[in-house]
């Protein structure tokens, strides 16, 4: 868990992920400067070997007397101890000067002079690890070197005894000597990775700094997400209000609209709650009261007649409150806020057809027609959420049948136009004047007495309002009220 918890935090998530690729382009470049450094000290090492070998050829004759060379062999002696012979405390030379051996030999390999730390027979061993063989009973000493000088001259790596050797062969044609200077790799090795090495530091001692520097910008970087984060936690249960916060990066505008816009989503929610709660309150007070004086009267009924009366009209009651409810619930549930409509292709007249099936019964309780009046050859396709349209046609058709006396005429007709269907709910009813008809689609107006909560031509404005239609009311040829609904065929996004 704790783990998970380190992990989740964004900084932490961004400085690991950085140190990580950091690290990476660090040990690669590491990596090329080390290879590069050895590679280049190597050659400088070599380049010295073969410098030193030119400088003893051209130091030293061939017709030096032995004495002579007993006192060259002295000096140079005494300047590879790295010390001063008439001083032996007084150390000269520098920790990556190289530990140098050399030897001299004449044309016939025979030692001239070399140095304390050279190794015996040095130009035998070369020989036999180069594989060259060795001169045969008809050639000199002389004759074979100088037949095997092109393979000799240059430079080798030996092993001789328990170490390796770097050593560049280089003769003279003139003087007719034998030069080899060459260097222990082992200790030639100390001082090339000691060199690489310390190369390197500033790379090594630059990732802790570099990542402390990091941990400082991410913080920074990250800060108005934590000043963010405050005001929001810092904000009352009920405060909806869109948050208001100082200027902000680019990247955290979108968030900071995405949550005003979530609160404003929240705070509609809310409003449309409080709204069907004071609605529910408002039209149920007088229903429940009126369930509850029905109740009592068939309870204080003195015959069978008065409680079958006081019964009847309890179920009269119920009937309403169960429509009253029925109407709030849809009224919520096509809410803008919160309607949620599966637009599909319909086709209108067979879908009218279903629905005016359903509702027949309703009509012929009352002993009245209901017609349905249509070209079938039109076109009556369109783009709608065929529940919310069955939502639509029943509160036209029911308020119809409601206010239409028995024997009365209800007609449901349905137009193509190119561009919209035109559908048309009329009935032989008393009508409506028309100073009152804007009125019927306010919530809980109605005319007269009846069953509802005057919230069905409220729900049938919702609705087409839903599909980008439009509504009217006029004088119904019938003699009632015509209700004329327009739906476009194609909803503009």
């Known amino acids: 868990m704790r783990l998970h918890r380190t992990f989740g935090s964004m900084r932490i998530r961004l400085l690991v992920l950085l140190l990580l690729m950091l690290a990476g382009s660090f040990g690669l470049i590491s990596h090329k400067i080390y290879s590069d450094s050895v590679h280049e000290v190597r050659e400088l090492f070599d380049a010295q070997l073969s410098q030193t070998a030119r400088l003893l050829m051209g130091l030293i004759r061939h017709d030096l007397s032995s004495n002579e060379r007993r006192d060259l062999q002295a000096v140079l002696d005494e300047a590879l101890m790295l010390q001063d012979a008439r001083n032996p405390e007084n150390l000269l030379g520098h920790e990556y000067e190289g530990k140098l051996a050399f030897q001299m030999l004449d044309d016939d390999g025979e030692l001239l002079f070399q140095s304390a730390s050279a190794p015996p027979g040095l130009l035998e061993e070369m020989i036999e690890q180069l594989g060259l063989a060795p001169p045969n009973a008809d050639q000199s000493r002389r004759e074979r070197l100088a037949q095997l000088a092109r393979y000799l001259i240059g430079y080798h790596s030996l092993s001789i005894g328990e170490h390796r050797w770097r050593v560049f062969v280089l003769h003279d044609s003139r003087d007719y000597h034998w030069v080899l200077a060459g260097e222990r790799e082992d200790v030639r090795g100390e001082l090339i990775g000691k060199i690489a090495r310390r190369s ?6 630059g990732l802790p700094a570099v990542g402390l ?18 005001a929001i936690r810092g904000r009352a249960p009920d405060n909806l ?3 208001v916060f100082p200027p902000l990066p680019n990247e955290l505008e979108p968030m900071a609209a995405a949550l005003n816009r979530l609160l404003l989503q929240v705070n ?16 149920l007070r007088t229903p429940l009261a009126v369930l509850r004086i029905h109740a009592q009267n068939a309870l204080e009924a003195a015959d069978a007649g008065d409680r079958s009366e006081a019964l009847r009209q309890l179920t009269g009651a119920v009937d309403r409150a169960t429509r009253v409810v029925t109407q709030l619930l849809t009224l919520a549930r096509l809410d ?31 002993q009245q027609d209901l017609v349905l009046d249509a070209n079938e050859s039109g076109d009556y396709r369109l783009i709608a959420d065929a529940p919310s349209l069955g939502i639509l046609l029943q509160n036209l058709v029911s308020n119809a049948v409601q206010y239409t006396p028995k024997g009365g005429c ?25 100073e009152l008809r ?31 239609g439009s509504i009217s009311l006029e004088d119904s040829p019938l003699g009632g009220l015509q209700v004329t609904v327009r739906l476009p065929k194609r909803l503009h996004p």
């Open 438 to 468: 804007e009125r019927l689609f306010e919530r809980f107006f109605r005319l007269g007495e009846g069953l509802g909560a005057g919230l069905g031509l409220s729900i049938v404005l919702r609705v087409v309002e839903l599909h980008q």
């Open 268 to 283: 509609q929610l809310l409003d449309q709650e409080k709204r069907f709660i004071a609605d529910a309150a408002h039209e």
């Open 241 to 243: 209000a869109p948050l």
């Open 336 to 366: 803008p806020s919160s309607a949620h409509l599966s637009m599909g292709d319909l086709d209108l007249l067979a879908f009218l057809r279903g629905e005016l099936a359903e509702l027949t019964p309703l009509a012929l309780d009352r």
């Open 213 to 230: 520097l990091l941990w400082l910008a991410v913080g920074w970087g990250l800060s108005p997400l934590q000043r963010m984060a405050h």
């Open 410 to 434: 209800i007609q449901v007709q349905l137009i193509a136009e190119q561009q919209a269907l035109v559908m048309r709910v009329q009935d032989s009813g008393p009508g409506v004047p028309a």
């Open 200 to 205: 390197l530091q500033p790379l090594l001692i």
